[in-house]
């Protein structure tokens, strides 16, 4: 399985001394880096850490709109009535979901409008839209 990558800007404050060695201004500079676990404290050879900034960084071969449409259903963030419904209408994987109109999950047994809203939220997630629903 893939680690989780992350990125950082941080920003770096590096003194500027004149020729006796007195402290004269600082010199503003950032920089990126990729790792693979949550910064502790890094550290940088002669310069002052001033902040960080963390994200996750996409995996691609976790984000290709083919690996997320054959994600099991079960990988989403519902809750288990919502996925026991879609389990019992046969709806396996978030394809399966994503192309059926909101209005038609909404006939299956023990689906309401609350669990649309949860399986339109889950789909967002993943950057998949989806039609649009009267309640």
């Given at each position: 399985?893939?680690?989780?990558?992350?990125?950082?800007?941080?920003?770096l404050?590096q003194p500027v001394?004149d020729?006796?060695?007195?402290l004269?201004?600082?010199q503003?500079?950032?920089?990126?880096v990729?790792f693979?676990?949550?910064?502790?404290?890094?550290?940088v050879?002669g310069?002052?850490?001033?902040?960080?900034v963390?994200e996750k960084?996409?995996?691609v071969?976790t984000?290709?709109p083919?690996?997320?449409?054959?994600?099991?259903?079960s990988?989403?963030?519902?809750?288990?009535?919502a996925?026991n419904c879609?389990v019992?209408?046969?709806?396996?994987?978030?394809?399966?979901l994503?192309?059926?109109?909101?209005?038609?999950?909404?006939?299956?047994k023990?689906v309401?409008?609350?669990?649309?809203d949860?399986?339109a939220?889950a789909?967002?997630?993943?950057g998949i839209?989806w039609?649009?629903?009267?309640?």
């Amino acid at each position: 399985m893939p680690r989780t990558k992350y990125r950082a800007r941080l920003m770096l404050r590096q003194p500027v001394y004149d020729k006796n060695r007195n402290l004269v201004d600082y010199q503003w500079d950032s920089c990126e880096v990729e790792f693979t676990s949550k910064l502790g404290h890094p550290v940088v050879a002669g310069a002052e850490l001033i902040s960080v900034v963390e994200e996750k960084v996409p995996d691609v071969r976790t984000t290709t709109p083919q690996v997320i449409l054959a994600k099991p259903i079960s990988e989403l963030n519902l809750s288990v009535r919502a996925v026991n419904c879609l389990v019992n209408a046969n709806i396996k994987t978030v394809g399966e979901l994503a192309t059926r109109h909101p209005v038609e999950v909404k006939r299956l047994k023990g689906v309401g409008n609350t669990m649309l809203d949860e399986y339109a939220a889950a789909l967002g997630e993943l950057g998949i839209p989806w039609g649009r629903w009267q309640g």
